[in-house]
């Protein structure tokens, strides 16, 4: 099998304000089929913030990004996992082999 597993090392940095990446979409690219996006969500998370639980939320949404993370590098010393840390929850691209 073809595989892209170099896909996220080989993406250029680009240090322009999140605004303007965005609004191009030139600078977007698709995940290849060999990659997976796991999505990590605290449920009622929006209920929790509303009733003063915003650290608990922020606790366990972080709490998911280092599990992600210690689970594959107990396996992968090297391996890069890109993520998004959106507060309530977290987004990884995360190649097969892992």
Same mark, same amino acid.
């Given at each position: 099998m073809n595989t892209t597993k170099s896909f996220y090392q080989s993406l250029r940095t680009n240090l322009a304000p999140v605004h303007k990446l965005v609004s191009n979409e030139k600078l977007f690219h698709n995940v290849p089929g060999d990659w997976h996006v796991v999505v990590a969500d605290v449920e !009622? =998370?929006?209920q929790a913030? +509303? =009733?003063?639980?915003h650290n608990d939320v922020n606790l366990a949404a972080t709490g998911s990004v280092v599990t992600v993370? !210690? +689970?594959i590098k107990s396996n992968l010393k090297n391996a890069e996992i890109p993520y998004f840390f959106g507060g309530d929850g977290a987004t990884f691209l995360i190649h097969e082999s892992y």
């Open positions: !009622n =998370s929006t913030v +509303e =009733s003063g639980f993370i !210690n +689970e």
